[in-house]
């Protein structure tokens, strides 16, 4: 079985349907809400859990209402949290979500997830050494995200960074990962350049391998040589959040396949998870990926 640990944040998403988004200043009528768990780390989690991976977590709750759902959440899809680590003073990661017009927009208040330390990280690293991928975001503190980088280029096994909500890194700590999975805008705010800067040049700049997420168009990757194109798969999008955690996730739990079977397997996850809502609503198990693959490949 496929070992995967996520390090990253955990978060109650508080997710309001609308007919359209809101401007300043002004108050609509929403259609539904729901309160749903969440967070980049979680999704991730949950997700190459669902594909058949055994999973831990590495991360911080807080002591509320929420925190005792998401554990009982992350719990119940068999997720390994000795390292998932209970504040006492502080509440859980929140995020305000607002689904309208097949789009998203997201605040996320990180709270427990800001105390996620480089030293839990350090102490995770007997997971980290057993594991066949390390999935990391950067809703957790930075320091967080350089110790897991660290840590997996120094115990050899690989590390994903899927590099959201976007901020610029150094060049250096890029190169410790395996593979670095931005969208676009992510890409040009990681590299500094210019947002309107065509994503293929972006990707022959990058130092180092990158998959690049692009929506319903699929994904470009480029291990080295030319950037090469897996197209997306049409479906009836309900709720887009969550399907870049998905991706990632898949292409942590199939990379052993060879990075062409694993981008196909991403796109396709993540495109059934965009079918329902709630990020981890729609997040496909193992045989409803198999099943769906042989339908597209008939
Ligand atoms: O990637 C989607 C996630 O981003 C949501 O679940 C929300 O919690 C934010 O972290």
New binding site residues.
Partial sequence: MTRIVVVG?V?M?LVTQAPRFVGPGETILGDRFLTVP???GA?QAVAAARLGAEVALVGAIGNDAFGAQLRDGLVSEGIDLSQLTQLDDCGS?T?S?TVAEGENQ?I?VPAANARVTPAQVESAQALISRADAVLVQM?IPLDAVEATLRLGHRLGTPVILNP?PAQQLPTDWLRLARYVTPNQHELAILLGADLAEDFRELMRRAPCPVVLTRGGEGAWYRDAGEPTHQAGFKVSVVDS??A??TFNAALAVFLHEGLAAAVRKACLAAALSVTRLG?QGGMPRLAELDRQLSEHSA
């Fill in positions: 944040s978060n998403d969440g967070g980049k999704n990661g995020a979500i997201i996320v809703e959201a959040t969550g870049g955690d990020a």
